[in-house]
Protein backbone atom coordinates (compact mmCIF):
# COMPACT_ATOMS: atom_id res chain seq x y z
CA UNK A 1 0.00 0.00 0.00
CA UNK A 2 1.00 3.12 -0.72
CA UNK A 3 1.56 5.97 1.98
CA UNK A 4 0.37 10.14 1.05
CA UNK A 5 1.67 12.63 2.70
CA UNK A 6 -0.40 15.77 3.23
CA UNK A 7 1.95 18.61 4.49
CA UNK A 8 0.19 20.99 6.82
CA UNK A 9 0.48 24.20 4.58
CA UNK A 10 -1.59 22.55 1.99
CA UNK A 11 -4.04 21.84 4.54
CA UNK A 12 -4.23 25.71 5.41
CA UNK A 13 -3.61 26.87 1.96
CA UNK A 14 -7.06 25.18 1.18
CA UNK A 15 -8.64 26.35 4.00
CA UNK A 16 -7.65 29.67 3.32
CA UNK A 17 -8.73 29.68 -0.03
CA UNK A 18 -12.24 27.72 1.50
CA UNK A 19 -12.19 31.03 3.75
CA UNK A 20 -11.75 33.42 0.86
CA UNK A 21 -14.49 32.05 -0.96
CA UNK A 22 -17.01 31.92 2.01
CA UNK A 23 -16.11 35.55 2.73
CA UNK A 24 -16.86 36.55 -0.84
CA UNK A 25 -19.90 34.61 -0.83
CA UNK A 26 -21.19 36.16 2.49
CA UNK A 27 -20.74 39.54 0.92
CA UNK A 28 -22.78 38.55 -1.85
CA UNK A 29 -25.54 37.32 1.02
CA UNK A 30 -25.39 40.44 2.97
CA UNK A 31 -26.11 42.60 0.03
CA UNK A 32 -29.27 40.41 -0.90
CA UNK A 33 -30.52 40.77 2.01
CA UNK A 34 -30.45 44.48 2.30
CA UNK A 35 -31.96 45.29 -0.76
CA UNK A 36 -34.06 41.75 -0.85
CA UNK A 37 -32.81 41.44 -4.79
CA UNK A 38 -30.17 38.89 -5.88
CA UNK A 39 -26.68 40.20 -6.47
CA UNK A 40 -26.18 39.29 -10.22
CA UNK A 41 -28.73 39.98 -11.53
CA UNK A 42 -27.12 38.88 -15.07
CA UNK A 43 -26.29 35.66 -13.26
CA UNK A 44 -29.52 34.49 -11.68
CA UNK A 45 -32.39 35.50 -14.21
CA UNK A 46 -29.76 34.60 -17.77
CA UNK A 47 -31.80 35.57 -20.53
CA UNK A 48 -34.53 37.54 -18.54
CA UNK A 49 -32.54 40.18 -17.33
CA UNK A 50 -33.12 42.13 -20.60
CA UNK A 51 -37.36 42.16 -19.09
CA UNK A 52 -35.42 43.09 -15.58
CA UNK A 53 -33.27 45.95 -17.61
CA UNK A 54 -36.50 47.49 -19.54
CA UNK A 55 -38.58 47.44 -16.43
CA UNK A 56 -35.60 49.52 -14.45
CA UNK A 57 -35.73 51.75 -17.32
CA UNK A 58 -39.78 52.32 -17.06
CA UNK A 59 -39.86 52.96 -13.35
CA UNK A 60 -36.61 55.65 -13.39
CA UNK A 61 -38.91 57.43 -16.72
CA UNK A 62 -41.65 57.36 -14.52
CA UNK A 63 -40.05 58.56 -11.44
CA UNK A 64 -38.22 61.86 -13.25
CA UNK A 65 -41.57 62.70 -15.01
CA UNK A 66 -43.38 63.35 -11.71
CA UNK A 67 -40.24 64.70 -10.10
CA UNK A 68 -40.90 67.06 -13.32
CA UNK A 69 -43.98 67.39 -12.29
CA UNK A 70 -43.85 68.56 -8.79
CA UNK A 71 -41.89 71.40 -10.12
CA UNK A 72 -44.56 72.26 -13.05
CA UNK A 73 -47.25 71.93 -9.97
CA UNK A 74 -45.22 74.60 -7.77
CA UNK A 75 -45.01 76.84 -10.41
CA UNK A 76 -48.77 76.39 -10.94
CA UNK A 77 -49.59 76.81 -7.57
CA UNK A 78 -47.58 79.98 -7.28
CA UNK A 79 -49.39 81.18 -10.67
CA UNK A 80 -52.84 80.27 -9.27
CA UNK A 81 -51.94 82.55 -5.91
CA UNK A 82 -51.08 85.41 -7.90
CA UNK A 83 -53.79 85.13 -10.60
CA UNK A 84 -56.23 85.20 -7.71
CA UNK A 85 -54.48 88.53 -6.04
CA UNK A 86 -54.56 90.05 -9.17
CA UNK A 87 -58.31 89.58 -9.73
CA UNK A 88 -58.40 90.77 -6.02
CA UNK A 89 -56.42 93.55 -6.87
CA UNK A 90 -58.95 94.45 -10.46
CA UNK A 91 -62.11 93.88 -7.94
CA UNK A 92 -60.61 96.39 -5.69
CA UNK A 93 -60.11 99.12 -8.58
CA UNK A 94 -62.90 98.28 -10.33
CA UNK A 95 -65.03 99.18 -6.97
CA UNK A 96 -62.87 102.96 -6.84
CA UNK A 97 -63.48 103.20 -10.36
CA UNK A 98 -67.15 103.12 -10.11
CA UNK A 99 -66.92 105.15 -7.22
CA UNK A 100 -64.82 107.96 -8.72
CA UNK A 101 -67.35 107.50 -11.79
CA UNK A 102 -70.42 108.39 -9.38
CA UNK A 103 -68.31 111.74 -8.92
CA UNK A 104 -67.41 110.86 -5.03
CA UNK A 105 -64.03 111.96 -3.86
CA UNK A 106 -61.49 114.39 -6.23
CA UNK A 107 -58.62 112.78 -8.68
CA UNK A 108 -56.01 112.45 -6.14
CA UNK A 109 -57.82 109.62 -4.44
CA UNK A 110 -58.56 107.52 -7.94
CA UNK A 111 -54.74 108.65 -9.21
CA UNK A 112 -53.47 107.02 -5.43
CA UNK A 113 -55.23 104.10 -6.33
CA UNK A 114 -54.36 103.71 -9.62
CA UNK A 115 -50.79 103.81 -9.10
CA UNK A 116 -51.23 101.49 -6.09
CA UNK A 117 -52.67 99.07 -9.16
CA UNK A 118 -49.38 99.62 -11.00
CA UNK A 119 -46.97 98.97 -7.96
CA UNK A 120 -48.79 95.75 -7.15
CA UNK A 121 -49.49 94.43 -10.08
CA UNK A 122 -45.45 95.01 -10.89
CA UNK A 123 -44.84 93.04 -7.54
CA UNK A 124 -47.01 90.56 -8.91
CA UNK A 125 -45.88 89.83 -12.28
CA UNK A 126 -42.05 90.08 -11.39
CA UNK A 127 -42.78 87.03 -9.02
CA UNK A 128 -39.86 84.76 -8.95
CA UNK A 129 -40.04 81.24 -8.14
CA UNK A 130 -36.83 79.12 -7.72
CA UNK A 131 -35.15 81.34 -9.57
CA UNK A 132 -37.47 81.67 -12.21
CA UNK A 133 -39.88 84.57 -13.18
CA UNK A 134 -43.38 82.93 -12.98
CA UNK A 135 -44.99 85.03 -15.94
CA UNK A 136 -41.95 85.67 -17.88
CA UNK A 137 -43.22 82.85 -20.65
CA UNK A 138 -39.88 81.07 -22.00
CA UNK A 139 -37.86 83.47 -21.02
CA UNK A 140 -37.62 82.35 -17.43
CA UNK A 141 -34.84 84.38 -16.35
CA UNK A 142 -35.91 87.49 -17.49
CA UNK A 143 -37.95 89.81 -15.22
CA UNK A 144 -40.90 90.32 -17.13
CA UNK A 145 -42.99 93.51 -16.38
CA UNK A 146 -41.59 96.73 -16.38
CA UNK A 147 -41.99 99.10 -13.72
CA UNK A 148 -44.24 102.22 -14.68
CA UNK A 149 -43.69 104.30 -11.68
CA UNK A 150 -40.31 104.44 -12.67
CA UNK A 151 -39.57 107.82 -14.83
CA UNK A 152 -36.66 106.22 -16.64
CA UNK A 153 -38.97 103.28 -17.69
CA UNK A 154 -39.45 102.90 -21.20
CA UNK A 155 -43.28 102.34 -20.97
CA UNK A 156 -43.45 105.62 -18.44
CA UNK A 157 -41.11 107.60 -21.48
CA UNK A 158 -42.91 106.17 -23.95
CA UNK A 159 -46.88 107.13 -22.86
CA UNK A 160 -45.80 110.41 -21.44
CA UNK A 161 -44.36 111.30 -24.72
CA UNK A 162 -48.21 110.71 -26.21
CA UNK A 163 -49.45 112.17 -23.06
CA UNK A 164 -47.34 115.37 -24.11
CA UNK A 165 -49.42 116.07 -27.42
CA UNK A 166 -52.77 116.28 -25.67
CA UNK A 167 -54.09 119.78 -25.02
CA UNK A 168 -54.02 121.57 -21.78
CA UNK A 169 -57.11 121.81 -21.02
CA UNK A 170 -58.20 118.51 -22.76
CA UNK A 171 -62.30 118.11 -23.94
CA UNK A 172 -63.83 115.11 -24.06
CA UNK A 173 -62.96 114.68 -27.79
CA UNK A 174 -59.47 114.93 -26.86
CA UNK A 175 -59.39 112.39 -24.48
CA UNK A 176 -61.15 109.87 -26.66
CA UNK A 177 -58.76 110.77 -29.42
CA UNK A 178 -55.59 110.23 -26.76
CA UNK A 179 -57.24 106.68 -25.85
CA UNK A 180 -57.68 105.15 -28.90
CA UNK A 181 -54.16 106.37 -29.45
CA UNK A 182 -52.58 104.93 -26.28
CA UNK A 183 -54.05 101.72 -27.20
CA UNK A 184 -51.83 100.59 -29.31
CA UNK A 185 -49.55 101.02 -26.37
CA UNK A 186 -51.20 98.06 -24.97
CA UNK A 187 -52.68 96.10 -27.53
CA UNK A 188 -49.63 96.61 -30.06
CA UNK A 189 -46.18 95.95 -31.11
CA UNK A 190 -45.21 98.81 -28.52
CA UNK A 191 -46.17 96.60 -25.24
CA UNK A 192 -42.41 95.60 -25.48
CA UNK A 193 -41.71 98.46 -23.57
CA UNK A 194 -44.03 97.29 -20.93
CA UNK A 195 -43.28 93.64 -20.96
CA UNK A 196 -39.88 91.26 -21.64
CA UNK A 197 -42.19 87.89 -21.26
CA UNK A 198 -42.69 85.74 -24.32
CA UNK A 199 -45.92 84.55 -25.46
CA UNK A 200 -44.91 81.08 -26.20
CA UNK A 201 -45.62 79.44 -22.60
CA UNK A 202 -44.00 76.20 -20.87
CA UNK A 203 -45.01 73.25 -22.11
CA UNK A 204 -44.11 70.59 -20.09
CA UNK A 205 -44.43 66.45 -20.64
CA UNK A 206 -46.72 65.64 -17.43
CA UNK A 207 -46.83 62.08 -18.49
CA UNK A 208 -45.22 59.46 -21.54
CA UNK A 209 -47.81 60.79 -24.19
CA UNK A 210 -49.02 64.30 -22.34
CA UNK A 211 -48.05 67.44 -22.71
CA UNK A 212 -49.58 70.54 -20.96
CA UNK A 213 -49.07 74.67 -20.24
CA UNK A 214 -47.70 75.06 -17.05
CA UNK A 215 -47.36 78.43 -17.12
CA UNK A 216 -48.93 81.66 -17.65
CA UNK A 217 -47.72 84.80 -20.09
CA UNK A 218 -47.81 87.99 -18.83
CA UNK A 219 -49.08 89.11 -22.34
CA UNK A 220 -52.32 87.64 -21.76
CA UNK A 221 -54.97 90.01 -22.28
CA UNK A 222 -56.40 91.00 -18.38
CA UNK A 223 -53.03 92.07 -18.17
CA UNK A 224 -52.43 94.36 -20.84
CA UNK A 225 -56.10 95.51 -20.38
CA UNK A 226 -55.64 96.50 -16.27
CA UNK A 227 -52.31 98.03 -17.05
CA UNK A 228 -53.80 100.41 -19.65
CA UNK A 229 -56.49 101.29 -16.91
CA UNK A 230 -54.38 102.24 -14.22
CA UNK A 231 -52.39 103.83 -16.56
CA UNK A 232 -55.18 106.34 -18.15
CA UNK A 233 -56.07 106.96 -14.55
CA UNK A 234 -53.00 107.41 -13.05
CA UNK A 235 -51.49 109.75 -15.69
CA UNK A 236 -54.74 111.75 -17.00
CA UNK A 237 -56.20 112.33 -13.63
CA UNK A 238 -53.34 114.61 -12.92
CA UNK A 239 -54.13 116.91 -15.82
CA UNK A 240 -56.56 119.31 -16.48
CA UNK A 241 -59.45 117.78 -18.01
CA UNK A 242 -63.65 118.58 -17.96
CA UNK A 243 -66.37 116.50 -16.36
CA UNK A 244 -66.99 114.86 -19.58
CA UNK A 245 -63.54 113.85 -20.07
CA UNK A 246 -63.28 112.66 -17.08
CA UNK A 247 -66.00 110.28 -17.29
CA UNK A 248 -65.39 109.02 -20.83
CA UNK A 249 -61.72 108.35 -18.71
CA UNK A 250 -63.24 106.59 -16.20
CA UNK A 251 -65.50 104.74 -18.16
CA UNK A 252 -62.58 103.46 -20.74
CA UNK A 253 -61.31 102.32 -17.33
CA UNK A 254 -64.09 100.93 -15.95
CA UNK A 255 -64.51 98.21 -19.62
CA UNK A 256 -60.61 97.51 -19.11
CA UNK A 257 -61.26 96.17 -15.51
CA UNK A 258 -63.97 94.04 -16.13
CA UNK A 259 -61.94 93.02 -19.01
CA UNK A 260 -59.06 92.71 -17.02
CA UNK A 261 -61.28 90.33 -14.42
CA UNK A 262 -63.05 88.18 -16.54
CA UNK A 263 -59.47 87.14 -18.20
CA UNK A 264 -58.20 86.14 -14.97
CA UNK A 265 -60.78 84.65 -14.18
CA UNK A 266 -60.22 82.37 -17.08
CA UNK A 267 -56.91 81.93 -16.81
CA UNK A 268 -57.65 80.54 -12.94
CA UNK A 269 -59.67 77.69 -14.70
CA UNK A 270 -57.12 77.00 -17.07
CA UNK A 271 -54.37 76.54 -14.44
CA UNK A 272 -56.90 74.93 -12.54
CA UNK A 273 -57.71 72.05 -15.61
CA UNK A 274 -53.80 71.92 -15.86
CA UNK A 275 -53.10 71.04 -11.93
CA UNK A 276 -56.21 68.35 -12.04
CA UNK A 277 -54.13 66.76 -15.08
CA UNK A 278 -50.64 67.04 -13.20
CA UNK A 279 -52.57 65.28 -10.35
CA UNK A 280 -54.65 62.29 -11.91
CA UNK A 281 -50.76 61.73 -14.24
CA UNK A 282 -49.06 61.58 -11.03
CA UNK A 283 -51.68 58.60 -9.84
CA UNK A 284 -51.97 57.37 -13.11
CA UNK A 285 -48.09 56.61 -12.94
CA UNK A 286 -47.26 55.59 -9.63
CA UNK A 287 -50.08 52.68 -10.06
CA UNK A 288 -47.70 52.01 -13.27
CA UNK A 289 -44.72 52.27 -10.89
CA UNK A 290 -45.98 49.70 -8.51
CA UNK A 291 -46.85 47.36 -11.30
CA UNK A 292 -43.39 47.08 -12.47
CA UNK A 293 -41.99 47.45 -9.30
CA UNK A 294 -44.03 44.07 -7.81
CA UNK A 295 -43.21 42.20 -11.44
CA UNK A 296 -38.94 43.47 -10.98
CA UNK A 297 -39.44 41.65 -7.47
CA UNK A 298 -41.13 38.58 -8.78
CA UNK A 299 -38.10 38.60 -11.30
CA UNK A 300 -35.07 39.68 -8.58
CA UNK A 301 -37.01 39.09 -5.49
CA UNK A 302 -35.70 37.11 -2.28
CA UNK A 303 -36.96 35.22 0.47
CA UNK A 304 -35.20 37.47 3.47
CA UNK A 305 -35.45 33.95 5.52
CA UNK A 306 -33.80 31.94 3.40
CA UNK A 307 -31.11 34.83 3.01
CA UNK A 308 -30.65 35.32 6.38
CA UNK A 309 -30.36 32.00 7.25
CA UNK A 310 -27.69 31.71 4.50
CA UNK A 311 -25.73 34.87 5.70
CA UNK A 312 -25.44 33.41 9.56
CA UNK A 313 -24.69 29.72 8.21
CA UNK A 314 -22.04 31.73 6.32
CA UNK A 315 -20.65 33.64 9.54
CA UNK A 316 -20.75 30.60 11.34
CA UNK A 317 -18.90 28.54 8.91
CA UNK A 318 -16.13 31.64 8.36
CA UNK A 319 -15.63 31.31 11.89
CA UNK A 320 -14.49 27.39 12.36
CA UNK A 321 -12.48 28.13 9.15
CA UNK A 322 -10.41 31.06 10.74
CA UNK A 323 -9.78 28.85 14.07
CA UNK A 324 -9.01 25.87 12.23
CA UNK A 325 -6.52 28.11 10.05
CA UNK A 326 -5.03 29.66 13.32
CA UNK A 327 -4.38 25.69 14.87
CA UNK A 328 -2.88 24.65 11.50
CA UNK A 329 -0.74 27.85 11.29
CA UNK A 330 0.53 26.79 15.33
CA UNK A 331 1.14 23.10 14.53
CA UNK A 332 5.29 22.87 13.37
CA UNK A 333 7.65 19.60 13.48
CA UNK A 334 9.48 21.25 16.37
CA UNK A 335 6.05 21.21 18.53
CA UNK A 336 5.53 17.63 18.06
CA UNK A 337 9.08 16.39 18.86
CA UNK A 338 9.53 18.23 21.95
Do not use: C
Not at 126 to 131: D, E, H, S, V
Amino acid sequence: MKVSFVSSQAISKALQYQTQRMSSELTKSQKEVQTLRVADVGLALGARAGVSASLHREVSRLNGLMDTNQLAASRLDSTQVALRDMTSLADGFLSALTTASANVGDNRIIEDQAKAVLSTMTAILNTNLNGEYLFAGINTDVKPFNDFLDPNSLNRLEFETALGALPNPATASDVTDFLNTIDSHFNGADWVNWSKATDNEITSRITLTENAKTSVSGNIKGIKELAKAAATVAMLTQKPIDGEAREILLEQALSSVGIAVTDFSRQQGYVGVTQQRIERANERMSMQIDLFEKSIHDLEGIDPYEASSRVTGLMTQIEISYSLTARMQQMSLLKYLS
